[in-house]
């Protein structure tokens, strides 16, 4: 099963889950041939689907968030560590084997040493992972299967509560997923920097994950996904050996002490057969230290592959790529994006003052491709705090999702000098919901509506027109960016 080739004319949650649909059924389909022990690949080829089937799963999760509930998310989450640590392991042995050649016969009885370690955990991490296949995948699937296959949609009856098209969240999200990968990137200064280099392709398999269900919809996009493999290859190297040479250094401690014992039994009156000689030829260390060593080399080419193609400005025209393809898709002509108007006002109309207020705090991140807010709400029962998306200068729909308290303290201070603070009163008005903003810093009140397409016409409201002064829809100034401070 593939997802359809009309994903970006569907609602979004439709679409998501039809994309889990077509990795769950690879998944299940790879997880049969696991039972033929003639079929070489079928062990690397789950991995792969499991590993694709958790991220679709975590790109889309606001829309799959009433499909799979916490123990469900938790149990997949676990299949993919126990994929990922299998694969981890593989790629390692193959590097490793492939290092026998260049050692020296002083540094082959190292490297023998720790393919030999490295096999065994291979190995129980193999049995691991096909032991929950066998007992756990098939409950799991069927469970996935009934969650992601059916799900009600209430008919809506207000007009500016439009649904949401799969064509207005993947343009919204590929332009902030591309936005992301920029940030990771610039965090990568040198080829010792595993920990950033891992983040980075963490966020480059997201966005390429994004891109694949509608390559065969979007021009450009088949060049993008191929430009992200390249950087997501690059990037693992740089992860992948800055993580074993930390291991090899545990292992050259644990080697070290393991020689020296083996020196003193050499040395211990009445040994049989022992000599210091035959440690020594035995001693791991040295290869240990050559196989660390490879690894800083490793290490250092990865960093000249990507520092001329993705460091310093250089990947500018592929992250202008990736904007003009989010702009595309927001802009398919399926999505109808919610338009909003906005008016300045002389003061808080009485009709409006005597309905419910509320209290508001907004924050705006530092960015320029993406604009993203964070606003605490407080409530009487606890408090919660979101967190809206949005690239910038776009008219696509924002993506909102609830931010947990600990982030969100983490993260408010870097909104300082970007904030604003508002009374906002709630107005419904013919189907559509007037907002009345009174700005608590200053002499301010506006008043905004959404209404689902620019061919829509708006009536404004008896009570609202003699507050009115003008109309400034679409002025710079008077956006929630350029008012916080």
């Not at 958790?54 to 149990?75: D, I």
């Not at 992948?240 to 040395?267: D, I, K, N, V, W």
Request: net charge positive; proline share 5%; with cysteine.
């Amino acid at each position: 099963m593939s997802p359809p080739d009309y994903l970006l004319d569907l609602p979004a949650d439709e679409a998501a889950r039809l994309i889990a649909l077509a990795l769950l059924e690879r998944s299940a389909v790879v997880a049969r041939r696991l039972a033929e022990p003639t079929d070489a690949m079928a062990l690397h080829d789950f991995r792969v689907a499991v590993r694709r089937l958790q991220y679709g799963v975590k790109v889309f999760r606001t829309e799959l968030a009433g499909a799979l509930p916490r123990r469900l998310r938790r149990r997949l989450r676990r299949l993919a560590r126990l994929t990922e640590n299998s694969r981890d392991l593989e790629v390692r042995l193959a590097w490793e084997r492939a290092q026998r050649p260049a050692l020296s016969e002083r540094e082959q009885p190292g490297l023998g040493w720790h393919l030999e370690r490295s096999e065994e955990q291979r190995s129980r991490a193999d049995r691991r992972l096909r032991r929950f296949v066998t007992r756990r995948f098939e409950k799991l699937e069927r469970r996935l299967l009934r969650r992601l296959q059916a799900y009600r949609r209430s008919i809506e009856r207000d007009p500016s509560r439009h649904r949401l098209e799969a064509a207005a969240v993947l343009g919204a999200r590929i332009r902030r997923f591309g936005g992301n990968l920029e940030t990771r990137l610039a965090t990568v200064r040198n080829s010792s920097d595993a920990l950033p280099a891992h983040q980075a392709r963490l966020a480059a398999t997201r966005l390429r994950y994004l891109l694949e269900p509608i390559r065969d919809e979007v021009r450009g996009t088949e060049a993008l996904i191929g430009k992200l493999r390249e950087l997501e290859d690059v990037l693992a190297v740089i992860h992948e050996s800055g993580t074993l040479r930390a291991e090899l250094g545990r292992e050259l401690r644990r080697a070290g002490r393991e020689h020296g014992r083996r020196l003193q039994t050499a040395a211990w009156p009445g040994a049989a057969g022992a000599s210091e000689a035959d440690s020594e030829a035995g001693d791991p260390r040295p290869g240990l230290l050559a196989l660390m060593r490879r690894l800083e080399e490793r290490e250092a080419a990865a960093f000249v592959r990507l520092r001329p193609d993705w460091l310093s400005g250089a990947a500018i025209e592929f992250f202008d790529a990736v904007t003009a393809v989010g702009k595309t898709v927001a802009h398919h002509p399926a999505c109808v994006a919610e338009i909003e108007r906005r008016f300045l006002l002389r003061g808080v109309p009485a009709t409006a003052a005597a309905f419910a207020v509320l209290e508001l705090e907004q924050g705006w991140l530092p960015g320029t491709r993406v604009v993203e807010r964070i606003r605490p709400l407080h409530r009487a029962d606890f408090p919660t705090t979101y967190r809206t998306a949005k690239p910038a200068a776009a008219e696509a729909a924002p993506e909102h999702a609830e931010l947990d308290q600990a982030l969100f303290e983490e993260m408010w201070p870097l909104t300082a000098g970007r904030r604003i603070a508002k009374r906002r009163h709630v107005v419904s008005d013919y189907g559509l919901q007037w907002g009345i903003d009174q700005y608590l810093d200053r002499d301010l009140v506006l008043a905004d509506v959404g209404i689902p397409g620019r061919d829509v016409s708006v009536v404004l409201p008896e009570w609202l027109q003699p507050y009115i002064i003008r109309e400034v829809t679409g002025e710079g100034s008077y956006i929630g960016r350029a008012l916080a401070r």
